[in-house]
């Protein structure tokens, strides 16, 4: 291994470290400010899920040790200039969630007799849109544009995918036990959102590693499941896991494990 693959690979560790660290103060608050603010968010969403801005505080701290202001200046550019080329990969960043939602909605259908209906409302999605995008791009700033590239300097697209998405779901550990799930429901969840991490680094790489198609695909995620019946349920968490990690192979199987871009029935000039 190279002394800059080190470099890089020793600088994404320190990321989700210092990712970690400034979760704590979010993860203390949730826990002390629960009995005051639960009644007052409408989704079962913790206090602590705020802790969304940690990844890019990580990055922009990480970013001006290392290139000062000019650092932070690119790393921002970079994440709100970049342009998607290849238009036609709008339609998975926005329908592709959706689409899977509703193989994991027909899942529960074959597996349990009593499903709830699908219920929503354009104000809602457009409301929860906004909301999630907001954080979306705040972690992805972190998680893609941060500390992605340095861990595939080492490792192949999909070793780096689920490394990252090991480490994101374990940061997400403490806000579901908040959030008073079970812990069959945090195990599906969290190995859904592995594979989901290897759909979202997909994205990112074929559209010339736009953060933003990252976190809009990261956005439609969160919206879809908030918006899908009996979300709390861990037989529905198994279900979106079943459906996303299936999504995963095949993207994996066509794309390349190694890059995550080369298709493989792409004809040659």
């Known amino acids: 291994m190279s002394i800059g693959n080190k470099s890089s690979n020793r600088s994404s560790w320190i990321f989700f470290l210092l990712v970690f660290i400034l979760a704590i103060p979010f993860w203390l608050f949730g826990m002390a400010a629960e009995q005051f603010f639960r009644k007052e968010i409408p989704i079962n969403l913790p206090i602590s899920a705020l802790m969304f801005v940690c990844p890019m505080i990580a990055a922009l701290i990480l970013v001006y040790r290392n290139n000062g202001a000019d650092g932070i200046k690119h790393l921002l550019k970079e994440s709100f200039n970049k342009r998607i080329d290849r238009k036609i990969w709008y339609v998975p960043i926005f329908l592709l969630m959706p689409s899977i939602m509703i193989l994991a909605y027909g899942l529960m259908n074959l597996m349990c007799s009593a499903v709830p209906n699908l219920q ?135 794309w390349g494990s190694k890059t995550l871009t080369r298709y493989r029935f792409r004809h040659s000039n």
């Open 120 to 254: 929503f409302s354009i104000s809602n999605i457009l409301t929860f849109f906004f909301v999630f995008l907001i954080a979306g791009i705040c972690e992805e700033i972190g998680w893609q544009g941060f500390a992605y590239d340095r861990l595939e300097n080492r490792w192949s697209a999909i070793r780096a995918s689920i490394i990252l998405g090991v480490v994101w779901q374990i940061w997400h550990v403490i806000p579901h036990i908040q959030a008073h799930h079970n812990p069959e429901w945090i195990i599906w969840q969290c190995t859904g959102s592995v594979s989901l991490r290897i759909l979202i680094v997909w994205l990112y790489k074929n559209t010339g590693k736009s953060i933003l198609a990252a976190a809009v695909f990261h956005a439609m995620n969160n919206v879809c499941s908030f918006l899908f019946p009996n979300y709390d349920s861990s037989f529905t968490t198994f279900s979106i896991f079943i459906a996303t990690t299936l999504v995963a192979i095949i993207v994996t199987f066509l």
